[in-house]
């Protein structure tokens, strides 16, 4: 499912700005529909409104159509959603820097779970170096004794095409 990029500040601006019901924004936004309830009873918020018609995300139109019929779900334009799954193909870009220290956990898990993959193509999957990755496989990092195995997917250092990309590429290298 696509979602908008700024879920909260989109669903503000809908909020205030147009007569959809709680559950279309809800849905759309990817929110649960308490939350946007949440967002529409606060009466200071930090989250600034983002209109999502200037951003290109929706029409003026798909918006008046959903307030006519409550039963209709709002859809994000072709062109965002082209350009979501293109950015999920090459990976996640930024790192939350609550999920960093998952980071060794993330490797550990690739490793044991894809053996195959190289230490290059684990390191460029979750943007770390050749030398911590090799640590880690060799079981001589610093901080090996308190790694937390976790999947890096669930954690959100590594989309799962990309994942399954690398060790498509890689069992197909080693096929050679």
Same mark, same amino acid.
């Given at each position: 499912?696509?979602?908008?990029?700024?879920?909260?500040?989109?669903?503000?601006?809908?909020?205030?700005?147009?007569?959809?019901? &709680?559950?279309?924004?809800?849905? &759309? +936004?990817?929110?649960?529909?308490?939350?946007?309830?949440?967002?529409?009873?606060? /009466?200071?918020?930090?989250?600034?409104?983002?209109? =999502?018609?200037?951003?290109?995300? *929706?029409? #003026?139109?798909?918006? /008046?159509? +959903?307030? @006519?019929?409550? $039963? @209709?779900?709002? !859809? *994000?334009?072709?062109?965002?959603?082209?350009?979501?799954?293109?950015?999920?193909? #090459?990976?996640?870009?930024?790192? =939350?820097? %609550?999920? #960093?220290?998952?980071? %060794?956990?993330?490797?550990?898990?690739?490793?044991?779970?894809? =053996?195959?993959?190289?230490?290059?193509?684990?390191?460029?999957?979750? #943007?770390?170096?050749?030398?911590?990755?090799? $640590?880690?496989?060799?079981?001589?990092?610093?901080?090996?004794?308190?790694? !937390?195995? !976790?999947?890096?997917?669930?954690?959100? %250092?590594?989309?799962? $095409?990309?994942?399954?990309?690398?060790?498509?590429?890689?069992?197909?290298?080693?096929?050679?």
């Amino acid at each position: 499912m696509n979602y908008p990029y700024m879920p909260k500040s989109t669903a503000l601006w809908l909020i205030e700005n147009t007569s959809l019901t &709680f559950e279309q924004i809800a849905e &759309f +936004c990817g929110l649960h529909e308490l939350e946007v309830k949440s967002i529409a009873d606060a /009466e200071t918020t930090k989250v600034q409104g983002l209109n =999502p018609v200037l951003n290109g995300q *929706l029409t #003026r139109e798909d918006i /008046e159509r +959903c307030e @006519a019929d409550p $039963s @209709a779900r709002l !859809q *994000l334009r072709q062109e965002i959603v082209n350009a979501q799954q293109a950015q999920n193909k #090459r990976g996640v870009g930024y790192t =939350p820097k %609550l999920h #960093r220290q998952n980071r %060794l956990g993330g490797i550990l898990w690739i490793l044991k779970n894809y =053996p195959e993959l190289s230490d290059g193509q684990v390191a460029r999957l979750m #943007r770390s170096t050749n030398p911590t990755v090799a $640590s880690v496989r060799n079981k001589t990092h610093k901080s090996y004794s308190v790694i !937390q195995i !976790q999947s890096p997917i669930v954690l959100g %250092l590594v989309s799962e $095409s990309a994942l399954h990309d690398a060790v498509a590429k890689a069992q197909k290298q080693n096929k050679k």
